[in-house]
Every structure is written in structure tokens, then in C-alpha cells.
């Protein structure tokens, strides 16, 4: 069975306080990692896939990093508009599906 | 380009009232998916569908039905409500992937925010 953890479960920042995010998961064959964004009563948005262990993704503040074991959502100088549930997700060999983690809750205040 | 839409937004129902939430998408996706999200919980999968007349079970399909009768529709059912299904529903869709590679990120909609008394 397919898990994913993240880490911390909330986390507060000031603006321009870089920090890193952690999402540790277990995964019969990963086809794809995959980083979200949620926003307070919307659904999640697409930020980053990763397939394999080393390969990294960026994206303004955000950068997206991957080991056999887990990913880092690292972001730099963070600003208030920032602030979201990063939700991580894991395909594993039996495709078709994603298991989503309990997402990371961040609050960047000015 | 709407993407995915989901209807209605909020609803009210009792115990043992049945109801059935409507998902659309336009982006021609072939595969489509629907979530709970409850608060500690995180996204879990009810039901999805790799394409028109498919359907298939999730981690928690208990208590809820589906149908892809059109490519673009995928609609989740509740017969009998219960109030252990008071949650926020989700619908995603996506292209499916090639050979070994993972299927396409899910595109979501905005949820669906049922309460159940």
C-alpha cells in the first residue's frame, strides 16, 4: 500500500524567511510525485511533477526536489501570497490513481 | 476554457436523503477521479474512471455510486446518506501517461460542499 507523510503539518513564516517542506513516502514502483497547491475553498493546483531520484523542478520561489525516499518543497523568500496547503501525491506501479498526504499548511505573515 | 465544474457547490441533506453530484469537464480528458477531503484525513479516492462506461473502485467507495455514460461527465451517487459522508468532494480529470511514465496531473475542480443531519 502506497503511503505518503508530510511534514510539518503547519508552518509559520515572515516574508522573505526561506524554509523547506517534507513529504516522505513509500511506493511499490514511483511513476510520478507530484506537488499541489490548495487555496482556502478551492480545489488543488498543479505545481511540479517529478519521476526520478535527483531530478529537481523550479518554479519563481518554489523549488521541488526528489530522493528514493522524499521529496523537499523548498521555498525561497517566501511572500505573503504564498501562504496555502502544499499537498504532495505518489503514483505507484499500479497507475491510474494517486495517494495524497495529509498536506503542509503554510501561513507567511508580512 | 472552464476546465473541470462541479455542481452544485453546497448542499444541505438529511439522513438516508440520496443525491447525486455532477462533475463536467471540457478538456477532453480520459481519466476521472473523485475525492473526499476531510479535515486530518487528506485526499482519499472514492471511485475513478479510465474512460466512458469505466468505472472503478478507490480506498473508500463505500456507500457511493458512479456512472461515465459521457466521456466529459462523471457522476457520483449517494443512495442513502449518512452522516459519516458530511465531507468536501472533489473532482479531478487527466490524460492518462505513456509506457512507464506517470498519467498527466490531475486537473481539479473547486469541490463540492456537502453536510449531512
Known amino acids: 500500500e502506497d503511503q505518503v507523510t508530510q511534514s510539518p503539518e503547519a508552518l509559520r513564516l515572515q516574508e522573505g524567511e526561506s524554509s523547506s517542506l517534507n513529504c516522505s513516502y513509500t511506493?511499490?514502483?514511483?511513476?510520478?510525485l507530484f506537488w499541489y497547491r490548495q487555496d482556502p475553498g478551492k480545489g488543488p493546483e498543479f505545481l511540479f511533477t517529478?519521476?526520478?531520484a535527483g531530478e529537481e523542478k523550479e518554479k519563481e520561489r518554489l523549488k521541488a526536489t526528489l530522493t528514493k525516499k522524499e521529496s523537499f518543497l523548498h521555498i525561497t523568500a517566501p511572500k505573503p501570497e504564498d501562504s496555502a496547503t502544499y499537498l504532495c501525491a505518489v503514483e505507484g506501479a499500479s497507475g491510474s490513481r494517486l495517494t495524497f498526504g495529509e498536506g503542509t499548511q503554510l501561513t507567511v505573515n508580512p | 476554457n472552464a476546465g473541470v465544474t462541479q455542481t452544485p457547490k453546497f448542499r444541505v441533506l438529511k439522513t438516508g436523503q440520496s443525491m447525486t453530484l455532477l462533475c463536467a469537464q471540457d478538456?477532453?480528458?480520459?481519466?476521472m477521479y473523485w475525492y473526499r477531503q476531510d479535515p486530518g484525513m487528506g485526499l482519499r479516492l472514492i471511485h475513478y474512471s479510465v474512460g466512458e462506461g469505466t468505472t472503478a473502485k478507490g480506498e473508500v467507495p463505500d456507500g457511493y455510486n458512479v456512472s461515465r455514460l459521457k466521456k466529459q461527465n462523471f457522476l457520483l451517487g449517494l443512495e442513502s446518506a449518512a452522516p459519516s459522508q458530511t465531507s468536501v468532494y472533489f473532482c479531478a480529470s487527466s490524460y492518462p501517461g505513456q509506457g512507464s511514465y506517470s498519467n498527466q496531473p490531475q486537473h481539479f475542480g473547486d469541490g463540492t460542499r456537502l453536510s449531512i443531519l
Open positions: 517529478l519521476y526520478s
Open positions: 478538456m477532453n480528458h480520459e481519466y
Open positions: 511506493v511499490s514502483g514511483l511513476r510520478g
